[in-house]
C-alpha cells in the first residue's frame, strides 16, 4: 500500500519560513512521477500550489507561491522525498498542505493526509 506521508508543518510567524517534506513509504517509487503540493485553507476548497516534474527539471508554482514556494526533489539521495520550501508566509498561507502523485488535484493518483501550516500575524 502507498503511503505519502508529509512533514514539517507547524505554527510559524508571519513573514517566516517553513519547509515542508512528502515522503513515500513502501515500495513505491517516485522516481518517474510527476508530484504536486496543494493547500486548503479554512472554509475554502483545495488549490494547487506547485508541481515538480519526474526528473525535478521542471517546476510550476500558482501565482500566489511564486517568487515565495520553492519546490524540489531529491535527485540523489532520498529519491522518495519531495519538499515544498516556503518562505515570506503571510495568515493567508495558513491551511492544510498536501502532497500527491500527479500534479492535477482531479487525476492525482495517491494523496497524503497534509500538514497544517498555521501563520500567525
Known amino acids: 500500500q502507498v503511503q505519502l506521508v508529509e512533514s514539517g508543518g507547524g505554527l510559524v510567524q508571519s513573514g517566516g519560513s517553513v519547509r515542508l517534506s512528502c515522503a513515500a513509504s513502501g515500495a513505491f517509487s517516485l522516481d518517474h512521477f510527476a508530484m504536486g503540493w496543494f493547500r486548503q485553507a479554512p472554509g475554502k476548497g483545495r488549490e494547487a500550489v506547485s508541481c515538480?516534474?519526474?526528473?525535478?527539471?521542471?517546476?510550476?508554482?500558482a501565482q500566489f507561491a511564486k517568487g515565495r514556494f520553492t519546490v524540489s526533489r531529491d535527485k540523489n539521495g532520498n529519491r522518495n522525498t519531495i519538499y515544498l520550501q516556503m518562505n515570506g508566509l503571510s495568515t493567508e498561507d495558513t491551511g492544510i498542505y498536501y502532497c500527491a502523485v500527479g500534479c492535477s488535484e482531479y487525476s492525482a493518483i495517491y494523496w497524503g493526509q497534509g500538514t497544517q501550516v498555521t501563520v500567525s500575524s
Open positions: 515538480i516534474g519526474d526528473t525535478g527539471d521542471s517546476t510550476d508554482y
